[in-house]
């Protein structure tokens, strides 16, 4: 089925730039988009043209790090650093989905809030409780947003209540991964929370999982230095936190960490060379006080980069906000180490990592391509309006920093996922 829209178009294929294509006519067959026109063409005279005029038309926003549970969470206790704001604020609140209940009543709100904030596509962690977590992921499907999910797995230094032994904790993840083949737009991950609050058996099972079913990866990777100071006790061993999870089985091209602030030369070597994808949550590292990743070296070095949200030490779900937040941290990282070299990341390199950079995820995991509108791309768009006058001649690409400035989710008034409005 062949499905036209009107409006400027604008999205990222490179990220260098913003492409703007303004008054074009998107064809989109089944889902994909195929090509952008100037005119409807002559054989699709007799459709209907669906006008997404006035504004814009951006791809939709994929995150890449998320936590669910943590939804409720959102700005609590962020005076904390990392090891702190865990203990009293998010296994607390992590506990309580014990309870089916409980999570039958939350884990819809967070994939309500995920619709309306344009982030149609995300990756995500439950808790370690595998009847919650098969919730969380009926709820996204219901939702009708793509996503992977994970049971979350802790076989120590968790509070009891969390605490899994190796054994279960393996079990309940094979048995969750092997439940979700059967939904369709949801798909699971493997979720080791961190090396420190897993022991090198679990993580080795779990490796081995990831091989068997051909699953995707994820983990928090050096977030602060005094959980970096405590991987190296616990795990004295490794020669690094990276390679930690290298000697486990658990690093490659399907793999996400995210954070991955404080890198030694040769572990940042190591991530390039597994093809692994560092995930930047910036708003996170400032709340917690953890630190500023060096994105742009990291780019310049060649690393996979994604973006995340990570509620709830992030405090919003809205990746337009991930977007300036990545700008403004790394204008301040050059700030405050002047003799770094730092360069500041721009605004499209940006939203690239939000579109594309998240986008190229899924793709390598044989969703089909998305993150810009290019033949053959999965048609994912948000339909973006501020109402701005007309007599004040702003040009789209204004209206775009704009939004992603000083937006917010009541800008969005239409979000399309594969052709279907949501
Ligand atoms: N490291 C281990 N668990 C977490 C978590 O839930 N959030 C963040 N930001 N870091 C973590
Ligand atoms: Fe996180």
Redesign the pocket.
Known sequence: MVTLYKGNFIDTPTSDKFRVRENGVAIVEDGKFLSLETKVPARFSSLPVKDLGGAMVIPSFIDLHV?AP?YLQMGAGLDLG?LDW?AHH?FPGESRFADEDYARKIYPLFAAELLRQGSLRSVV?GTVHLASTLILAQALEKAGLFAFVGKVNMDRNAPDDLKETTKDSFKGSDVFCRRLAGLDRVRPIVTP??A??CSQKLMEDLGVLSKRLNLPVQS?LS?TLS?AQWVAELFPKSRSYTHFYNDCGLLGPDSLM??AIYLSDEEIGLIVEREATLVH?PS?NVN?S?GIMPLGRYLDRGVKLGLGS?V???HTLAMYRAVVQTVQVSKLLRILQPQENHRAVSLSEAFYLATMGNGSFFTRQGWGACGAFEPGMSFDALYIDMGLPEAAEISALTQLERFLYAGDDRHIKARILAGREL
């Open positions: 936590h943590q990392l865990l998010t962690y929370r961190f420190p609050s928090h977030e959980e995210a954070h949550c996170a917690l953890s990570d709830g030490a992030g």
